[in-house]
């Protein structure tokens, strides 16, 4: 599995637009990829300039160290979204001497359905760009979805694939959500999965 960076580096920011940016953390250990993946908003518009997905069993001390430098070398970042299932500490540790603009989200059903619901919503108004990527077009086709029997939406992907750069760039796009006015729109916090 190659240890994907596929789309710009941060060290060639200055092609990049100048923010804001939003970044998304999804983090995994064993069995999951931990990623980082950055957008940059313009107005509506909604683009990936980077992601980076680590090898397994990665310490999360490197990533943690990633994201403070992607977001010190960007300096206009807005938020950091952190999927926290599981690594709830990972947040605040990352707050301590780090950013302050980071959110950590406990990723359940409905706030899954909410994000992926937001991404489809700007790729079908052309609104979310993102450059070809082998592995992010894969992680978009395969992840599936089932109604559970208590009316919930359920997603999965087959055995074999993954979807954890599909769940980073899903929160970096989520993070960049406005409400009236441009004020940001906090995230429904749930604990249940």
């Known amino acids: 599995m190659p240890n994907s960076s596929n789309t710009a580096s941060l060290a060639s920011t200055s092609r990049a637009p100048h923010g804001p940016y939003y970044i998304g953390v999804d983090l ?14 313009d107005g509506d518009h909604v683009r990936l300039v980077y992601y ?36 709830e500490y990972f947040v605040e540790d990352l707050k301590h001497g780090g950013p302050a603009c980071v959110e950590g989200v406990m990723l359940s059903a ?3 359905h909410e994000i992926l619901s937001y991404l489809k919503q ?8 993102y450059p070809f990527d082998v592995d992010l077009t894969s992680e978009l086709n395969v992840e ?23 769940w980073a760039v899903g929160l970096a796009v989520y993070a960049t959500r406005a409400g009236t006015g441009g004020t940001m729109i ?4 749930s604990n249940s999965r």
Not at 122 to 129: A, G, K, P, S
Not at 186 to 189: G, H
Request: positive net charge; without cysteine.
């Open 122 to 129: 700007l790729m079908q108004n052309r609104l979310f760009t």
């Open 144 to 166: 599936r979805y089932e109604l559970t029997k208590t009316g919930q939406v359920q997603f999965s992907h087959p055995e074999g694939t993954h979807d954890d750069i599909l």
């Open 28 to 41: 995994g250990k064993k069995h999951d990829y931990s990623v980082i993946a950055v957008v940059a908003k």
């Open 110 to 112: 409905p706030l899954k």
């Open 52 to 87: 980076k997905r680590w090898p397994l069993e990665t310490p999360y001390a490197t990533v943690m160290g990633s994201i403070r430098v992607a977001a010190e070398k960007l300096r206009n970042v807005q938020k950091i979204l952190v999927d926290q299932t599981g690594a």
């Open 186 to 189: 906090p995230v429904k916090r």
